[in-house]
């Protein structure tokens, strides 16, 4: 990724991190989605132990999975967004979880300090530096597991108003990796060797009530900001429920 690519990301992340953002994501639509989310990412691990990253955090709807589902682990958290982890520090479930403020391309940790690094529809935020210091931070046989959008054909009606919105605004188009990864890319997300374990595509299907709940929804997640940057699309010329679909790649990988 070339540096002005790499400062786009940095920026549109950083716009993203505000108090309004924050509260907007904190909804219960948002919970059951990355709850879910997660929970498909821990179908078919291994048997966790040691100490865990939640990498990419934000309020702590995975971390409050993770530290259910994998009582083993020692888990702490990290976000680039104050306002989201003041959210998270809020939460009863995750009173022993240390949450710290970094950027997944500068970790503040030493080297060999995890054995299990876990990212939830966070890496498409990530620069090219992201998998380097996730490597340098995994102890030696230890496991990054990763949920991440990725770019797919999706005939649902809400994503083909979308792709619309993207035909209509292509003079101004902008492909950037916040949209999502190419699935053949998945896998290559931590520099070699590794063993990956487990690579799946998984669709999740949800339904809004119209366009308006749809692209508020959205736009509560930062997929809007994501996919369409600065300019996304203020309304949606449908009416009635719309069924959207949301790809994304499971991934298993071992250092």
Known sequence: MRADRQATLATAA???SSQECADGYERQVNARFYRAAVERLLERTPELQGRGLDLGCGTGFST??????????????VDCSAA???????KAGLAR???RQARAETLPFADGTFDVVVASFSWHWFGKNA???VRRVLRRGGWLL??????HLAHARGNRLLARELLAARRRFVPRQSQGLRITDVSKIL???VRVAHQDLVIEHE???DGRELLDVLGSRGALAAIFGAEPPLALAASGPLDFEWPFAVLHVQV
């Open 64 to 77: 409050e999975v993770l530290v259910r589902a994998q009582p083993h682990v020692a888990w702490q958290g």
């Open 97 to 99: 979880v240390e949450l």
């Open 14 to 16: 950083d716009s993203w």
């Open 131 to 133: 998998g380097p210091e």
């Open 146 to 151: 990763a949920a991440v959008p990725v770019r």
């Open 191 to 193: 520099p070699p060797p």
């Open 84 to 90: 989201m982890l003041a959210i998270a520090r809020r």
């Open 207 to 209: 339904r809004f009530a």
